[in-house]
C-alpha cells in the first residue's frame, strides 16, 4: 500500500504565493507519473499538472505560466510552486501518483488526503 500526504495547505492574498507538498510512503517499489489535481466548492475535479519519473511536465492552460510542479525521487515527494495566485485558483488539491508496490507488479492510481487552498482578500 502506498500512502500520499499532503501539505503547505492555507489562506494567502491574490497575487501570493505558496508551496505544496506530497510525500509517499509506505511499501513502493517504483513510482511513475506523479500529478496534482485540485476540485473547487460545487465544481468537479479537474486537472492541474504532472510530472513524469525523468522529470517532463505538463500542465493545464489555467495555472501555465503561474504554478511549477517538481519532484524529489529521493524523498519520493512533489512539489507545487503555487505563484500569481487568483482567487480562482481557490480549491481543495490532490496529489495523484501511480505506483508499483512489488517488482513487476501492477501499477496502481493513489490519492493524497487533500489540502486546502483558499485566495481570498
Known amino acids: 500500500q502506498v500512502q500520499l500526504v499532503e501539505s503547505g495547505g492555507g489562506l494567502v492574498q491574490p497575487g501570493g504565493s505558496l508551496r505544496l507538498s506530497c510525500a509517499a510512503s509506505?511499501?513502493?517499489?517504483?513510482?511513475?507519473?506523479m500529478s496534482w489535481y485540485r476540485q473547487a466548492p460545487g465544481e468537479k475535479r479537474e486537472y492541474v499538472a504532472t510530472?513524469?519519473?525523468?522529470?517532463?511536465?505538463n500542465y493545464a492552460d489555467s495555472v501555465k505560466g503561474r504554478f511549477t510542479i517538481s519532484r524529489d525521487n529521493a524523498k519520493n515527494t512533489i512539489y507545487l510552486h503555487m505563484n500569481s495566485l487568483k482567487p480562482e485558483d481557490t480549491a481543495v488539491y490532490y496529489c495523484?501518483?501511480?505506483?508499483?508496490?512489488?517488482?513487476?507488479?501492477?501499477?496502481?492510481?493513489?490519492w493524497g488526503q487533500g489540502a486546502q487552498i483558499t485566495v481570498s482578500s
Open positions: 510530472i513524469s519519473r525523468d522529470g517532463d511536465t
Open positions: 495523484y501518483v501511480f505506483a508499483s508496490t512489488v517488482t513487476g507488479g501492477a501499477v496502481r492510481g493513489y
Open positions: 509506505g511499501t513502493i517499489f517504483s513510482i511513475y507519473v
